[in-house]
């Protein structure tokens, strides 16, 4: 061989090296991270799941990747969008956004370990056998939103003594649909309080609502967990300040907008322990032996200038209990 040609044969082999090398790295581990929300709704919270990959040794881009799928609001994009996370080969899908979205990731795989996070009991839902023992490929975080709106029920009371009918807002094409109906209203006949169920799943459905709170003479409204309403939140506080009707909210989003208050589990607290328990499972810990967590951690807050604005003076009991009160 010529001087000249083996040069040239030795040059491109050595320009190789590097692609061959960089080839032969392994790839990151990939978590899915499946949510019926959107990217901007969710800022604070998945900034305390990445803290909680964080506690376990885990760092985005470092030695984990997330692939974030959103269908913000649309339950139907749900499945495909847990698809493409299969075939990504995520080793950890994450679930976030209420029930459906934890759904759809069961039906994608079997396989893949599922970190949910859900309103109300997996074993009732069918995602685990037991909260202890959750069995298969499935553990996770119960917010008990279910359990929560009876407390809610009973904050509104306190904050209008005089009303006598209240207003529950559902969204019908939520699956917890009827659990949440079932338990509002199970919760209003426990104190004694008349309420009403509206469905609304459409931007008209609300001004329908509010509109017939008006006719009805309706004293104060709740609004049951679900992603439309976190998207229609700042239309649902203008209507509410504009036909001045007290509402109580599931998220404090609500209350720091401009709702009057808002009662529910502290978000923060619930997305740090789903990224711990995904740290977990990426360093070999089976879903199976990780126990649902139930939440322990609550958050009332009163946002006391949409009080002064409706005319109600909140009692001061409500005000020592309050994790935070905007003035």
């Known amino acids: 061989m010529r001087r000249r040609t083996f040069i040239t044969l030795l040059g491109g082999t050595a320009a190789a090296w590097p692609m061959a090398a960089k080839a032969q790295q392994p790839s990151l581990p ?38 974030f799928r959103w269908a913000e609001g649309h339950y139907d994009r749900l499945p495909a969008l847990a698809a493409e996370l299969v075939k990504q080969r ?47 490929n499935a553990t996770g975080i119960n917010l008990l939103v279910t359990e929560t709106e009876s407390k809610r029920i009973e904050l509104l009371k306190e904050l209008t003594p005089g009303a006598t009918t209240f207003a ?18 199970a919760a209003a006949h426990t104190i004694g309080q008349q309420i009403e169920i509206i469905n609304a799943s459409t931007d008209l459905d609300l001004e329908n609502a509010f509109a017939h709170f008006t006719q009805s003479n309706i004293g ?27 509402g109580v909210y599931f998220l404090r989003k609500f209350a720091e907008s401009g709702g009057l208050a808002s009662y529910g589990t502290s978000l923060a607290n619930a997305y740090r322990q789903a990224g711990a328990y995904t740290g977990k499972i990426l360093g070999g810990t089976k879903p199976a032996d990780l126990p649902v967590v139930q ?23 409500l005000l020592a209990l309050a994790d935070e009160v905007i003035e």
């Open 30 to 67: 990939v978590v899915g991270f499946l949510s019926s929300l959107s990217a901007a709704a969710l800022t604070g919270p998945v900034a305390a799941f990445r803290q909680g990959l964080g506690s376990v040794g885990y760092e985005e881009r470092k030695n984990v990747a997330i692939e």
């Open 90 to 136: 995520a080793a950890v899908i994450v679930t976030v956004g209420g029930d459906p979205p934890a759904f759809a990731a069961k039906a994608a795989s079997t396989t893949i370990p599922l970190v949910f996070m859900v309103g109300q009991d997996p074993v009732k839902l069918g995602l685990v056998a037991s909260l202890s023992r959750p069995g298969g």
């Open 295 to 317: 939440a322990t951690k609550f958050e009332l807050v009163i946002n006391l200038q949409t009080a002064k604005a409706l005319g109600l003076t909140v009692p001061d009991k």
């Open 220 to 246: 104060g409204f709740l609004i049951l967990a679900d992603p439309f309403f976190v998207y229609r939140r700042q239309q649902i506080i203008t209507e509410a300040a504009q036909r001045h009707i007290p």
């Open 168 to 185: 529950a807002l559902i969204n019908p094409k939520n699956a917890d649909a009827g659990v949440q109906s079932s338990a509002v209203t």
